[in-house]
DNA sequence: CAAATATACATAAGTTATTTATGTATAAGC
DNA sequence: GCTTATACATAAATAACTTATGTATATTTG
């Protein structure tokens, strides 16, 4: 049996901040970790974000006004949820709707029935 | 009326290799600079790929066996012809293929409608 | 109950791939 | 004649990710 295995990071890379405010705008909470497992689990491990990717991209986020974090105690742990700004949601729509458009082309450009 | 500028270059990143690669599966023989109008054709300047990004590719490419090149004098000046190798048409169909499997899964992961 | 794995954050060095800039040169259009 | 288009090429700077490392708690398994 064929096990799809991850795609090359060159086609991962730049879908990530879609993906995550994705997420985001479907949740309105989420913790980092808990958007890795997601993404894995969605994606049946063919997209594994890395948390050196994740918490750079995600303190980024915060500091461009796109999303909001709250800490919470687990036990003596600590988790850090991260909500959705006004602006992030008109960010996710547009992410979102850009790379929807971008499929539109590739499929042209690749010659791909638009149900594949 | 709403014009659409270019794809995000972190969007676009990635799929130069793939784009290439078909084009060349479809077309036999093209040489850079064609490459560059027909990819700006085809999208409408959605995605514009440029020299820096481009040629640097194409040699690499070379190097890994996937094209071979034939140089042809127009008038004075120069062209580069590139044609795919046995290899370069499987690696082709091998990246195509990656892509469509990529967006049916990005399909899954932002919502989107198979047809979309 | 000890060890391994999972949860949960974070950052830094190294790598890779692009963008931007620069360079050379001929051909065509105005 | 000047501007734009054709046609190649490369190098420095930048951007984004991978890999590695670090800290620490919680849970599972043998």
Redesign the interface.
Known sequence: MYI?PM?????????L???IL?LLS?TKQMYGYEITQK?KE???S??VITEGALYPLLHQLEAEGVVTTETVNIGKRIRKYYTLTQTGNERAKEK?Y???????????????K???
């Not at 795609?7 to 879908?15: C, D, H, P, V």
């Not at 850009?98 to 791909?112: K, P, S, W, Y």
Request: net charge negative.
């Open positions: 799809c795609y090359s990071s060159e086609l991962i890379k730049g879908t901040k879609t993906v994705k479907d993404v969605l994606t049946d063919k997209i979102i850009e790379f929807a458009d971008f499929i539109q082309t590739m499929n042209i450009l690749l010659d791909l638009p149900s594949v």
